[in-house]
């Protein structure tokens, strides 16, 4: 390849290109205005964000999407330390990511200059790889190995810091190759080893997490459960993974979980965990299998071999991503019988009963059971659904049959706020999509003001937003271990409603059930971006007790 002569911020936007880099979020900073200049010419979209958290949160919804690193671009300093929420999304819902951070002059380190950072040290225990650019020269190098570092193994974030006279400084180099995704595959003996583990087994389970999925892997996985009637579960916030209507559907292992599925993983003599890494929530706080030797055998597959062995030490450890596994799959025959066959209808039958929302009923007249059943008859089953952290979040993942891949874009960190900016990044992405996000009160203010970014781009998500007066799963918490003692959550809220046409979007305040289809309705049909304000009782803490039932269990216990 020729070299030629060009500035640091030039040759950082041209690998952005070469490496296929179509959309980029960001807030301008002045640190990195070479760079941004270099992307005024440049064929890659720009989504301008309100924050950097939000910017953050969008690339990182981006990279669950399309399996390729988001890209955000944030300023030095504060900026930087704003996007960390995200760039933490990302390393523990193993996104591919990278995230560039403006940076003082290089003359200027070690003096405490004007929002300097050492990113190295504040971003190397969030992030995959953190790194700082000295020579322009070496942006082909850095940014090529960037891509591979966020794509590979167990996908993750990189960090990587613009010195400011480092982009306008000139070079002349060449650029780099495309970047490839390191493939690892299963071998023919594993393959064979796991058909004698099937063979042998009476109450064999799968479970799927963890990303390097694609539609092709899913669809594939969905074959192989049906020649062996295998019972799928998918783990925490991951239930895009297998279509709920279909017959070998046993649930999702998150919070609140069907004991009747966590029952038939317990019984299970056979797990076949498939790309995640069973970590606190989807184990229920390490109690579903025994460490570091369960009591099933383990089959463990998992693109990153650090990750084998980790926690738990399988029976059969398998070095492949969920693509390569399932391909070779198809190579894996079932046995005469299927003893398990009976358990797997009675187990598919256990979750359609725990997730038929009809028969869910709360204090107060919103009837959120009511709402599920209403946008499970109306909405798309490809809609896309985004949400943060909170009580909230069961109404949809217990209720919504996440039916497609690529619908589901929820933090298996945790984190509050980010069902906004996910969804304006899924809707950016993917303007075709119907975009919906659950959110709760508490939840929507962390980032809600990107709801301005949606309505600058004439992106019609819609906001379901649960209003009931506090951080409600802290509180829920709060009477289950100090009963009556409310301490620090409560909250006084905006109209939201009000909020939404503030920023030139859509909304309207819903209290009663019969009044949501229509809002919904009028919400869809209004082409901007709505808010559906909905007022719960706050008794309403989770579909099955309420805020009164679990103090006064608590009290009970404590007597």
Same mark, same amino acid.
């Given at each position: 390849m020729t070299a030629t002569s060009r500035t640091g911020g030039q040759i950082l936007v041209d690998q952005l290109t070469l490496h296929g880099v179509d959309h980029i979020f960001c807030v301008p900073g002045e640190s990195y205005l070479a760079a941004l200049d270099a992307l005024h010419d440049a064929s890659i979209n720009v989504t301008i964000c309100r924050q950097e958290g939000g910017a953050a949160m969008m690339a990182e919804a981006y990279g669950k999407l399309t399996g390729r690193p988001g890209i955000c671009f944030v300023t030095r300093g504060p900026g930087a330390t704003n996007a960390s929420p995200g760039i933490h999304i990302a390393k523990q819902d193993s996104t591919p990511m990278i995230l560039f951070v403006g940076q003082i002059e290089r003359g200027m380190r070690e003096r405490e200059a004007f929002q300097e950072l050492d990113y190295r040290a504040a971003f190397g225990p969030l992030a995959k790889w953190a790194t700082e650019v000295d020579d322009p020269a070496r942006f082909p190098e850095i940014i090529s190995r960037a891509f591979h570092v966020a794509t590979s193994g167990r996908p993750g974030p990189v960090v990587i810091a613009l010195p400011e006279d480092v982009l306008t400084e000139m070079a002349a180099v060449a650029d780099a190759p495309r970047y490839q995704v390191i493939e690892t595959h299963p071998s023919l003996a594993q393959m064979a080893d796991l058909q004698k583990l099937l063979h042998g087994a009476k109450k064999p389970v799968a479970l799927l997490g963890g990303s390097r999925w694609s539609e092709v892997a899913v669809? +594939?996985? #969905? +074959?192989? %459960? /049906?020649r062996f009637e295998l019972p799928v579960a998918c783990t925490f916030r991951r239930q895009m993974l297998f279509p709920a209507d279909h017959a070998s559907y046993i649930g999702d292992l998150g919070l609140g979980v069907n004991p009747k599925l966590l029952a038939r993983i317990k019984e299970a003599d056979l #797990? @076949? @965990?498939v790309g995640g890494r069973l970590s606190e929530v989807p184990? !229920?706080?390490?109690? @579903? @299998?025994d460490i570091p030797a =369960? !009591? !099933? &055998?383990l089959v463990h597959i998992h693109p990153d071999p650090s990750e084998l062995g980790r926690v738990y030490s399988p029976h059969l450890a398998i070095n492949a991503s969920p693509v390569a596994f399932t391909a070779a799959l198809e190579g894996v025959h079932p046995p005469a019988s299927l =003893?398990? %066959?009976e358990s797997t209808k009675t187990s598919h039958a256990d979750y359609l009963n725990w997730s038929n929302p009809s028969q869910i009923r709360v204090p107060g007249s919103l009837q959120m059971g009511e709402v599920m059943a209403h946008l499970r008859e109306v909405m798309p089953s490809d809609t896309i659904y985004c949400n943060g952290a909170g009580n909230f979040a069961t109404w949809v993942h217990r209720f919504w049959p996440? &039916?497609?891949?690529?619908? !589901?874009l929820a933090p298996t960190s945790g984190s509050m706020g980010y069902g906004v900016?996910? %969804? #304006?990044g899924a809707k950016r992405v993917q303007p075709d999509s119907t975009v919906v996000v659950f959110a709760g009160d508490g939840d929507f203010l962390m980032n809600g003001q990107e709801f301005a970014t949606a309505v600058q781009y004439d992106l019609p998500i819609l906001v379901v937003l649960l209003d009931n007066g506090m951080y409600g799963t802290i509180r829920m918490h709060q009477e289950r271990e100090y009963p009556g003692r409310v301490? %620090?959550? /409560?909250? &006084?809220?905006p109209d939201f409603a009000a909020y939404a046409k503030a920023f030139g979007g859509y909304g309207e305040r819903v209290e009663r059930t019969e009044d949501f289809p229509a809002a919904l309705q009028r919400a869809l049909t209004s082409s901007k971006p709505a808010i559906l304000h909905c007022l719960l009782d706050p008794e309403a803490i989770t579909p099955s007790m309420s805020l009164s039932a679990i103090r006064d269990k608590a009290r009970e216990s404590k007597k």
């Open positions: 669809q +594939r996985f #969905v +074959r192989f %459960a /049906e #797990v @076949l @965990l184990s !229920q706080a390490y109690t @579903l @299998l =369960p !009591q !099933q &055998k =003893p398990w %066959a996440f &039916k497609h891949f690529g619908t !589901q900016p996910a %969804a #304006v301490s %620090a959550t /409560e909250l &006084k809220n």
